[in-house]
């Protein structure tokens, strides 16, 4: 894989900007990482789950009295005593939806094939899985329902009969004049689009350990979620538990991409066996269980109108879309309204419409993944962009440079109130054209056709959201009390001169340490080895905010900012402390080489000394000042809240990527390989080039999987066909073709040092490949509608048509 980077000049820096060795590696490689499976805690006992096995029925009786007898065990919890022993969780959800009662185990009824419905608790997981196998239900099975057009039919089975409706929330979003659009229009474009079911498969699925001391009232919650403190309001309102009395603590966390966010059920669940059984209580996730029950991606089907002119410019969207967010709303409906933040994509049309329906359906619960919501939506226009220009006979890298927003109108104000922080994409266009060499491909392409072999070319450019508002989820209900981002960090220099950080985010492996310590170095002249960061996150020990953790592309930005105002105020501290000891102004101190230096006279402080003054020295501190040398910064963006139309900024920054694909298709197997990848991305000023390169490969590769392989299939029963990686195909490193990638640096118009987050690209590619799949078989006519390239499904589109190449 090679890279091309275009860099635009920097602010003076030693450590920002430059590929630094991750901090983190050494410990993970060598086997030295803390994961919640290393946990051992005296007395610890472990859990397992007797999961549905009908996608909708009623639970007559639950025996549970051999499980109980069988030896080893230690406590069993059935849905019964969770409904005398919980409240449902919270719902985000306007009436009716937010009537929804959902607890850790199923209550009355079963939603979902993989819904828990009995807990064991056992000396070891052995035992419990085996006496698992004792528990007897009686189901009587309901008629389920697994699409989404279809759960909101009149006739449909409900899935909740409190809600009565399997409708979540339906809203319209209406900008300009798109009737007026389509009467302008030379040609009015329709089609039906599926994006599907699919979700992330981190290396560590869900983990948790549940420890109740019963002397002290407390509960430690051990885990790999990515949002602990979301968590925190929906574990104490479910337990009926003090929030002041609830730890969260994280350690290294192996992946995430989203999914690992909405798994607090099974953290009420284990709290609730550690209280149970009198000890601390483990549960470790399985890969089929974590493929069936965990969380899933949302499912979208679109109908789509585009008007355009005959020259290809895109007049508007006109879209109604059907989400499938599965039998329970875990995060939901949130995705009803995140893919609002990049409503016209990279492109300046004016004129929209968006009818939204959220649906509950007989299926696994959706949360976040990687790209959450954007993606489906991105998709769509991708997808609606070389439709357009396949139906007007003009090249699709065409049709996207007219409609492109141009670098001169940034920062550009979408129809929803999105504000663009700044950004090239013609350019990025370009670059990435040129790296396939665009012209010489269509080219080959053409000689190739002429002998039966069909190359495709597919491009996509997409906008990569990040640092989210929370105010959004207003839009879904007014009375939902959250908005805006906050995130926190700490820093302090001890008596030994030493710098040590904490942060309120949690790392699934991004490099949160490495990054940190380069821009804390850059701000106190050290070096980033000299910057200790501690591990893990522990809401009884270190910094936080109720918004904190490692999600929306959110973590770099926020936690520079945070860092960026911890440092000012340590420095401003330790200025007056050196100004004090060598008898000069604090305003013309700076730090240098691991030294507070005066720019007057050249004289010079070490941090030591600074550091043994505040602590333990302070006799000799100035007059009236405190003790210590440690600052906490809490820092936000600033948002705003939807207006009467829902137009407001929902997030922070926005970087962008450029995809293309090259690909080979064999008509005969419907197969297809990649030739060629090609990426430009920009996320704005770099900290570290290197971790950002591979945050731009994985979230190729992630996207590589879900366009070619990845794809969560139910049969007619509701029974998932693919939960294990037997059937739920992740692609291996010779599935992941070689790229190359091109980088820019345009330097966002908002955010902390001009950086922005990256790393939810992952969507790019299901467009490309999509993109690319369709251009190989336009002499077969066939039209790609889903976001999933089967190439069985493939093969019977070539196979319908009955015509070959030439004939």
Known sequence: MSTITEQVPKEPSLWVGRPVKRKEDRRLLTGLGKFVDDLKL?????????????????????????AEEHPGVICVLTGEEVAKLTDPFLQISSAPANKLKDYCLAVGRVSFVGEPVVAVVAETRAIAEDAIEDVEVDYEALEHVLEAKEAIKSGSPVIHEEVGSNLVWKGTWDYGDIDGAIKQADKVVKKSLHFHRFSSTPIENNAVVSQFDRATGFLSIYCNNQMPMFCVPWISFALKFPSNKIRMVTGDTGGGFGTKIISYPYMVLTSLLAMKAGRPVKWIEERSEHLQAANHGNERTFEVEIPVKKDGTILGLNVKAWDDCGAFTRYEPAGAVIWAQVTP???????????????????????????????????????SVDIVARELGLDPAAVREKNLIRPGEMPYVTPSGGVYDGGDYPAALRRTMELIDYGEVRKRQAEARKRGKLIGV?????????????????IVNPENPFSGNSEAARISIDGLGQ??????????????????????????????????????????????????GAYASRSAVMETGALLGAAERVKSKAAKIAAHLM?????????????????????????????????????????????????????KPNFGLPDEKWRHNQTLTYSYQCHAAVIELDPETGKFKILNYAISDDCGRQINPMIVEGQVHGAAAHGIGAAMFENFEYDSDGQLKSSTFVDYLVPTALDIPAMVTSTMETPSLFAPK??????????????????????????????????????????????????????
């Open 583 to 635: 008898k000069t102004e604090a305003g013309s101190i700076e730090f240098k080489e691991g030294n507070a230096v005066d720019r007057t006279t050249g004289k010079k402080v070490p941090l030591w000394q600074i550091g043994n003054v505040a602590w333990v020295n302070n006799v000799l501190l100035p007059e009236g000042m405190e003790p210590g040398l440690v600052a906490t910064h809490f820092w």
């Open 458 to 474: 597919g491009l996509a450019i997409v906008i990569d959201s990040g640092t989210n508002n929370f105010g959004q989820v207003r």
């Open 345 to 383: 994509g990279c492109y300046h049309f004016k004129n929209f419409r968006m009818e939204f329906l959220q649906v509950m359906t007989n299926k696994c619960p959706v949360g976040p993944n990687r790209g959450y919501s954007r993606m489906q939506h991105l998709w769509m226009i991708e997808r």
């Open 42 to 66: 005296p007395g610890m006992a472990y859990a397992a789950f007797l999961r549905s096995p009908h996608a909708h029925a009623k639970i007559v009786k639950v025996d549970v009295t051999k």
């Open 499 to 548: 710098i040590q950080v904490a942060l309120g985010t949690v790392s699934q492996g991004q490099g949160h340490e490495t990054f940190a310590s380069q821009v804390v170095a850059d701000e106190f002249g050290v070096t980033p080895d000299q910057v200790a960061i501690v591990v893990g996150f522990d809401s009884a020990q270190g910094p936080y905010s109720h918004q904190s």
């Open 754 to 807: 001009g950086i922005r987050g990256v790393g939810e690209g992952g969507g790019v590619p299901l467009s490309a490949i999509a993109n690319a799949v369709e251009d190989a078989l336009t002499p077969y006519g066939v039209e790609i509608t889903d976001s999933h390239q089967n190439p069985q499904h493939i093969y019977q589109m070539i196979k319908r048509k009955g015509q070959r190449p030439g004939s």
